[in-house]
């Protein structure tokens, strides 16, 4: 009797090692799958939300313009918005403003962090501006321009221009090194409110 008691233990012992053995892979499965990539819709970058979960783009708004600029530091080769300004990257892929005409007394941009798309760009902060501002995908920018304009009896007029700028993607070469941006665009016709 006492043969069978210590089988009957050691039967027990591997039954209860396979079942932990198990267990262990199980878990170790579902942990695995928990641990997805990114969440894509159709290539649109969907930035993270402030409450840590993710958060769709907004579909563009009418009026959107959508342009590819490279990082070879030339303004010239940057997006033209209305020849008051040139946007374009650097070749360490800040994004940078150069004015245009002779009457644009100030060209500034800032950064706003991960934005929901384009039309998610609806306030116009009123500090953090400069020439130059170092971005990443799903990014959402702010131009502003000041014009001047002299008038016959006051002097002049000072207007202001607002652009806003999502940057959707950068563009890579075969060996992943960011050789530009695709950007999306709009004026600031119906979108400005100012902080």
């Given at each position: 009797?006492?043969?069978?008691?210590?089988?009957?233990?050691?039967?027990?012992?591997?039954?209860?090692?396979?079942?932990?053995?198990?267990?262990?892979?199980?878990?170790?499965c579902?942990?695995?799958?928990?641990?997805g990539?990114?969440?894509?819709?159709?290539?649109?970058?969907?930035?993270?939300?402030?409450?840590?979960?993710?958060?769709?783009?907004?579909p563009?708004?009418?009026?959107?313009?959508t342009?590819?600029?490279?990082?070879?530091?030339?303004?010239?080769n940057?997006?033209?918005?209305?020849?008051?300004a040139?946007?374009?990257?650097?070749?360490?892929?800040?994004f940078?403003?150069k004015?245009g005409?002779?009457?644009?007394?100030?060209?500034?941009?800032?950064n706003?962090?991960?934005?929901?798309?384009?039309a998610?760009?609806?306030?116009?902060?009123?500090e953090?501006y400069?020439?130059?501002?170092?971005?990443?995908?799903?990014?959402?920018?702010?131009?502003?321009?000041?014009?001047?304009?002299?008038?016959?009896?006051?002097?002049s007029?000072?207007y202001?221009?607002?652009?806003?700028?999502?940057?959707a993607?950068?563009?890579?070469?075969?060996?992943?090194?960011?050789?530009?941006?695709?950007?999306?665009?709009?004026?600031?016709?119906?979108?400005?409110?100012?902080?």
């Open positions: 009797m006492q043969i069978s008691i210590e089988w009957f233990r050691l039967f027990l012992f591997i039954k209860m090692k396979k079942l932990l053995y198990l267990l262990s892979m199980t878990t170790l579902f942990c695995m799958t928990a641990c990539g990114d969440d894509e819709d159709n290539g649109a970058v969907v930035p993270p939300s402030s409450n840590g979960g993710t958060q769709q783009t907004l563009d708004p009418e009026g959107t313009v342009a590819r600029i490279t990082n070879d530091g030339v303004p010239e940057g997006i033209n918005l209305e020849g008051k040139f946007v374009y990257m650097d070749k360490v892929n800040n940078c403003i004015s005409y002779n009457s644009i007394v100030s060209a500034s941009i800032t706003l962090g991960k934005v929901a798309g384009l998610a760009i609806i306030n116009v902060p009123t953090g400069a020439d130059k501002v170092s971005t990443s995908e799903g990014d959402g920018l702010i131009l502003k321009l000041g014009q001047q304009f002299p008038t016959l009896y006051s002097g007029n000072y202001e221009y607002y652009y806003r700028i999502y940057i993607e950068y563009i890579r070469d075969a060996l992943g090194n960011i050789i530009g941006a695709t950007i999306k665009y709009q004026t600031d016709t119906d979108w400005v409110q100012k902080e």
